[in-house]
Each structure stands twice: as C-alpha cells, then as structure tokens.
C-alpha cells in the first residue's frame, strides 16, 4: 500500500495543509491573509483536510513539515505541531527546506529553464536558491539584498515566490520571467516527501528544528 503523508506549509502567511498517498495529492487547504493564522488554523486546517479525505489521524504514515527559512513564529507552530502528531501517532517526521518545496512546484512548470525561489525577507531582502533544468543547485541557499545586476550570469532565467514580486520592475529589461501562479503551498512536499519516506530517511524527531537565516549580504 502507499504511503499516507500529511504536509504542513506554515513558512510564510499562507497557511497550507494537504495529505498524498503515493504522491498522489488526496486534499488540500491553501489560506493566505494579511496577517499569520497558523496558530489558530493550523490544527483546524488539519482535521479538516483529513475529513475531505476520509481519513483519519491514525491512517497517516508520515508527517513533512517546512521548515524554513521563514517566519519565525509559522515555523515553529508547524513544526511543534507535526512534533506532537509523529509523537503522538508514532510516525516519523520528514522536514523539508521550504524552497525545496517551492522550487518542486517550479521545476514541474518549467522543465527546461533555469529556476529561482524567492522568499521575502524585507525591503529589497529575500531568502533565495536556483536549480538547473536538470534540478541541480547552481545558487545554493542564502540571504540576499536584490540588486539591479543580481544573478546577471544566470540569464534567462524564471523567478517565483512572495519575495519575487517586488522584483518586476527592477528587473524590467532583464532576461528573468515572474511567474506569479508559483506559490507556496504544502502541495510542493508531495513527491519529496515520498521519495524520502520510499528511502526511509527520516528526521530525527526530538532534534529537528527550524532553518533560519539570519545574515544578508549583497551578491551578483
């Protein structure tokens, strides 16, 4: 039988729960606001999508979580709250870099082209990572200030995330597409989750913790 694995997204203000089977997505609630709703959504977001499901908690095989970087406050909701639940249930716990999961959703729009994730950090700041069309990492994970000349040797390239927004007319006579229809969303932990649950490379459950980023520097 495959595998069952819920999937909370609670890096930035959306707030995003869904369950697979096999890769297979089953449910989903995706919910962005002004402000953060995890603490009080969370718990309800997950009980509901394992109704649209017809499942139930003890059905779960596994739980992936984000993990950042982030919010501060939406990861470690998310993250105590996958915790509690692998404790609970007695599953493991599979924690998944948040732009890993965005660059996923990217990766399947754009085949053929040259990716980057973009999380808003502030102002001209974001959180940033870059894959190939063959999905290997050709700008690894950092903090970064946006500039005119950014990633200029990266050329064309296509770029998605809350924190990619900003950008459009910065980079208006760039070789770099936004792609507004790119979004957070727990769907992007989908086939990663099962590929690590198929290899069974797990997390360990009472050390695992959020991925922050906390310098920013200016790069090209």
């Not at 924690?95 to 999380?119: F, N, W, Y």
Request: aromatic share 6%; charged share 20%; glycine share 8%.
């Amino acid at each position: 039988m495959q595998p069952i694995i819920l999937h909370i997204e609670t890096a930035t203000k959306v707030c995003s729960v869904a369950v697979s089977q096999g890769g297979s997505l089953l449910a989903l609630i995706d919910k962005e606001t002004d402000n953060y709703i995890h603490r009080e959504s969370l718990t309800l977001f997950i009980l509901e999508v394992l109704k649209k499901a017809n499942l139930k908690e003890t059905d779960l095989n596994a739980i992936s979580v984000s993990i950042g970087p982030g919010s501060y406050t939406g990861l470690r909701i998310g993250l105590s709250t996958a915790k509690g639940l692998c404790f609970g249930l007695d599953i493991p716990i599979i924690c998944i870099p948040t732009l890993e999961s965005l660059l996923a959703q990217g990766h399947v729009k754009h085949p053929d082209r040259i990716i980057c994730g973009m999380l808003d950090a502030r102002r001209m700041e974001v959180y940033t990572k870059s894959n190939n069309s063959e999905g290997s990492v050709i700008r690894e994970l950092q903090a970064l200030v946006i500039e005119e000349d950014t990633f200029l040797n990266d050329e064309p390239f296509v770029y998605f995330g809350d924190g990619a927004q900003k950008l459009q007319t910065l980079w208006g006579n760039r070789e770099a597409t936004f792609d507004p229809s790119i979004k957070i969303s727990a769907t992007g932990q989908t086939e990663l989750a099962l590929t690590r649950y198929l290899n069974q490379t797990f997390d360990n459950l009472s050390s695992c913790k959020p991925l922050y980023l906390k310098q920013f520097g200016i790069n090209t």
